[in-house]
T-cell receptor
Framework: GAGVSQSPRYKVAKRGQDVALRCDPI?????LFWYQQALGQGPEFLTY????????KSGLPSDRFFAERPEGSVSTLKIQRTQQEDSAVYLC?????????????FGEGSRLTVL | EDQVTQSPEALRLQEGESSSLNCSYT??????LFWYRQDPGKGPEFLFT???AGEEKEKERLKATLTKKESFLHITAPKPEDSATYLC????????????FGSGTKLNVKP
């Protein structure tokens, strides 16, 4: 595709519900990142994939957060038993190769509101 | 602990009024420093990568510079369309896939 696509753009969940956020990266991009951005803050790293391998998940805040990229393209971030503190914008980014020039291509994000 | 601090938090300029945004960092083993622009409701958009002290990069009205402890984003004769939040991020140490972002400077350019 032309850019990184994320869905849904907006999600409202009741506390305790499970949610799944989808990221469709730019075709051919090897690296995929998930970031969490709270209001008025910069993005915070959650996890990183190189193709289908999850090489770093050190930023996932708890074991309620799970990410996968089974075929090395589309990725899903799943949050189980959502809590109010999970409310944020979840950004997906992709990069062409495994070497890092700093040029990440971000999607528009999925805004999660937990009531 | 690795830290990235941006100042000011917000900046209001008149069209044509040049200024600079600051990004200071305390990291071990800087690999690269990056500037991004973020418009409301959008994801960040890449602007520049700087690798070493003394390096400069330019794009239209923007120029980014890097010293050993901070980076500046200079905006010359800004236009209203330059209004956005400007984020800096650093890549450090051996964990080269993890970028540390600052909280950003929200720039508002009035016509």
């Amino acid at each position: 595709g032309a850019g990184v696509s994320q869905s849904p753009r907006y999600k409202v969940a009741k506390r305790g519900q499970d949610v799944a956020l989808r990221c469709d990266p730019i075709s051919g991009h090897v690296s995929l990142f998930w970031y969490q951005q709270a209001l008025g803050q910069g993005p915070e790293f959650l996890t990183y994939f190189q193709n289908e391998a999850q090489l770093d998940k050190s930023g996932l805040p708890s074991d309620r957060f799970f990410a996968e990229r089974p075929e090395g393209s589309v990725s899903t971030l799943k949050i189980q038993r959502t809590q109010q503190e999970d409310s944020a914008v979840y950004l997906c980014a992709s990069s062409l190769s495994g070497t890092f020039t700093g040029e990440l291509f971000f999607g528009e994000g999925s805004r999660l509101t937990v009531l | 602990e690795d830290q990235v601090t941006q100042s000011p938090e917000a900046l209001r300029l008149q069209e044509g009024e040049s200024s600079s945004l600051n990004c200071s960092y305390t990291v071990s083993g800087l690999r690269g420093l990056f500037w991004y622009r973020q418009d409301p409701g959008k994801g960040p958009e890449f602007l520049f990568t700087l690798y070493s002290a003394g390096e400069e990069k330019e794009k239209e009205r923007l120029k980014a510079t890097l010293t050993k402890k901070e980076s500046f984003l200079h905006i010359t004769a800004p236009k209203p369309e330059d209004s956005a939040t400007y984020l800096c991020a650093v890549q450090a140490g051996y964990n080269f896939n993890k970028f540390y972002f600052g909280s950003g400077t929200k720039l508002n350019v009035k016509p």
